[in-house]
């Protein structure tokens, strides 16, 4: 396994303590990574904002806003392109675990939502 105080003092290494990865990324990535969320988060603020008026052309430009959620999608990838797997760890224990995270969560709110 990975010693984390050891990783604290590299600075090219990103260490998320609530899920426990460990992301291989220098100080350019992490700061554009930053500012593409930031922009992201705007888009679809701006998104938002835009339906709640019942002008037309301003409905045109919402489509142009809904890009940040496909922003949120391509930083996702690449961030999953940049995880490290432990060596201990194999791919189908890795696929359970993922989708233990997503399918648990997704049967509870289907169980409360149609019950």
């Given at each position: 396994m990975y ?55 301003l ?14 999608l ?15 760890t ?8 993922c989708g ?16």
């Amino acid at each position: 396994m990975y010693n984390i105080n050891a990783f604290y003092q590299l600075k090219y290494i990103y260490y998320i303590k609530r899920t426990g990865v460990i992301f291989i990324l220098n100080e350019l990535d992490k700061k554009s990574i930053t500012y593409l969320r930031v922009f992201a988060t705007m888009l679809i603020l701006c998104c938002h904002l835009v339906v709640t008026f019942n002008n037309r052309l301003l409905l045109v430009s919402a489509q142009f806003f809904n890009v940040g959620v496909y922003l949120f999608l391509i930083i996702s990838g690449y961030l999953y392109g940049k995880k490290d797997i432990s060596k201990n760890t194999t791919y189908t224990k890795w696929l359970i675990s993922c989708g233990k995270s997503v399918l648990i969560p997704l049967y509870v709110f289907m169980i409360i939502l149609f019950c």
